[in-house]
């Protein structure tokens, strides 16, 4: 069983950059697609970006489409979510997740079953 704890959250202007990370624990961390997930207050939790096992696929939410780079680093046990060109909107509790690479892309939380605790990213206008 993978553990996941995200960090790299805090308070940014718009149009700045952030880094999420989350490391996972565990030696099976290379066998996971690895996502991440985003949740304001009162909205759904709704897809971010994710990373094929290897990290040669990734897949993004059109909203952050251009401004999100997931990456990943088997070797370090840690993924990665560069976040470009903030905008207020993107304000919200950040989760990283893993589901088996069994089926690709997934984008629902059904998908995933473990994930993080979250980080939060608030963007200032």
């Known amino acids: 069983q993978v553990q996941l704890v995200e960090s790299g959250g805090g308070l940014v202007q718009a149009g700045g950059s952030l880094r999420l990370s989350c490391a996972a624990s565990g030696r099976t961390f290379s066998s996971y697609i690895m996502g991440w997930f985003r949740q304001a207050p009162g909205k759904e939790r709704e897809f971010v970006a994710a990373i094929s096992n290897s990290g040669g696929t990734t897949y993004y939410a059109d909203s952050v489409k251009g401004r999100f780079t997931i990456s990943r680093d088997n070797s370090k046990n840690t993924v990665y979510l560069q976040m470009n060109s903030l905008k207020p909107e993107d304000t919200a509790g950040y989760y990283c997740?893993?589901?088996?690479?069994?089926?690709?892309?997934?984008?629902?939380?059904?998908?995933?079953?473990?994930w993080g605790q979250g980080t939060q990213v608030t963007v200032s206008s």
């Open positions: 997740a893993a589901a088996p690479a069994r089926r690709w892309p997934p984008r629902t939380v059904g998908e995933y079953g473990t």
